[in-house]
């Protein structure tokens, strides 16, 4: 399991800690039973390390005892980074850049990546462009790659002004690839949102019902995707042997099963309607008028049953009936002349 190791010098901002902390550990509702990652803290000593708000968190490790393997080095804001203690941060830094792990830095963390050169090739925010320049000075030369944002990404560098926590969490969740990207969305939402939104969002993202497909049930696959294949243009990849067909067109299909082999795989037999079943309709729409005498011709020079030859309805639509070989109606139709 990798380490994600974050950097606490004394007066650190804990509000920075738990949007990232928290979900390398758990899910919405436990704990994960098999985490990708670890939380350990560095700081100067092995001594406890003295929150802003006075609570206190022991160390896993000194700056002098750091492990090589791990995945992230973040650096948490708070009024640390302007003494001395920061400079001991310095080749740590330098190291996990070169080694390209991910390094992030929120508030005035990120400004004092500045002020060492850390921020000069890449994308990057703060606490304001000018915080930048004054923490810089001289070894900050990339103005022109502030983005004035919550957060952001670049080349495994990761930079947020100090409201930006949540938003710094859920980019470095990326690019560790913690969890897939909707459910870091979701996260991002439900923090920044609220509980209504993420139902509203759980609502849309899985309604009740899905269309599927449509079934047609078959005396003789060959010549079924034959029929739909060359007249109405439906791909498919079958081989010829297996029983269960996919046919698609766009973004629809049709699923063609044997009668025989569908009554045996649900143990019950069927009474199906001897010549044109009049129980359902497969319906294709056309872009005008003209096309559905075209294709109702085409369609009927090519083995279809013509049934009802295209008609102007008063409600607007021309329209007109054929058969495939199994007696399924098909609608060829059109609204606009």
Not at 36 to 47: G, L
Not at 87 to 115: H, Q, T, Y
Not at 190 to 218: D, H
Not at 243 to 256: H, K, Q
Request: overall charge negative.
């Amino acid at each position: 399991m990798k380490k994600v190791i974050y950097v606490l010098l004394p007066q650190f901002a804990e509000h920075e800690l738990p949007y990232l902390t928290q979900p390398l550990r758990s899910d919405a509702m436990a704990m994960k039973e098999h985490p990708k990652y670890e939380n350990k803290i560095v700081a100067q000593s092995m001594e406890p390390v003295e929150a802003i708000s006075g609570f206190r968190l022991l160390p896993d490790y000194t700056f002098a005892t750091i492990p090589d393997d791990y995945a992230a080095l973040v650096l948490i804001g708070g009024y640390g980074w302007k003494s001395g203690v920061a400079e001991r941060v310095e080749p740590l830094v330098a190291d996990a850049i070169a080694k390209g792990r991910i390094v992030g830095a929120i508030c005035n963390a990120a400004s004092w990546m500045a002020s060492k050169g850390f921020l000069n090739e890449v994308r990057h925010t703060g606490n304001g462009i000018e915080q930048l320049q004054l923490w810089g000075g001289d070894r900050y030369t990339n103005a022109a790659g502030y983005v004035n944002a919550q957060a952001v990404s670049d080349k495994n560098i990761v930079t947020a002004n100090g409201s930006g926590h949540l938003e710094f969490a859920c980019e470095i969740l990326s690019l560790l690839k913690n969890d897939e990207p909707k459910e870091i969305e979701m996260y991002k939402t439900f923090y920044k949102s609220g509980l209504v939104e993420v139902e509203k969002m759980m609502s849309k993202a899985k309604p009740r019902f899905s269309f599927n497909t449509i079934g047609l049930f078959t005396t003789d696959n060959a010549k079924i995707v034959t029929f739909y294949r060359d007249i109405f243009g439906f791909h498919t990849a079958w081989n010829g042997f297996e029983p269960n067909v996919e046919m698609t067109l766009g973004d629809s299909r049709i699923i063609l099963y044997p009668r025989d082999a569908f009554e045996q795989m649900t143990s019950q037999p069927y009474a199906y309607p001897n010549g044109i079943n009049g129980t359902m309709e497969i319906s294709f729409d056309v872009p005008c008028f003209a096309d559905v005498d075209k294709e109702y011709e085409r369609a009927v020079s090519m083995g279809a049953k013509p049934i009802f030859a295209p008609t102007t309805e008063p409600w607007g639509q021309r329209t007109c009936y054929v058969a495939d070989p199994e007696g399924n109606l098909i609608e060829i139709s059109s609204f606009f002349e």
